[in-house]
């Protein structure tokens, strides 16, 4: 009989454990995408579910784990560029746009924001996303500028003095 309680009593710990990893508490999702010089996207993923994620980027392909730090330098990244968020503004006209999508998901929360940026306005995002960018997606959005993207045949555009 205790052979037979105690076996219930695993299974139903088994089972509990095994419906909480299918069911994440958080998610958090960081994306980004544009277009290169040869008109070929290029896009950053990062898709977190409670601590573990994967990351993609054009590079490599990994999975990680979130530090309690971690998770909250991109929680800190996200609340930063919420502050920043401006309802009213469009991007001005660009060759080459530059998108940045983030969300955060929780039972009693969402937040998702996506934005398109010509890349000589990439430093209106704050210091923190482009910091996250940087250290979980290698997308250093400095690079991204036009004048380093042109290929080697074509000459950047020269600016008025």
Known sequence: MKDEIMTRMIFALATALFAS???????????????????????????????????KNPME???VSLSKEQRDQILAAFQAETKRFDLKSSPKSSGRLVKIKFRYLTDGKRLQISTRLPDDQLAEVSPEMTAVLETYLQLNLSDLKSSQLTTSNEKPAEKPE
Do not use: P, T, V
């Open 21 to 55: 990893s299918l069911f994440a508490e958080e998610e958090i999702y960081i994306y980004s995408s544009y277009k290169n010089s040869a008109g070929n996207s290029i896009s950053h993923k990062m898709d977190c579910q409670d601590a573990k994620c994967k990351i």
């Open 61 to 63: 392909e990994q999975s």
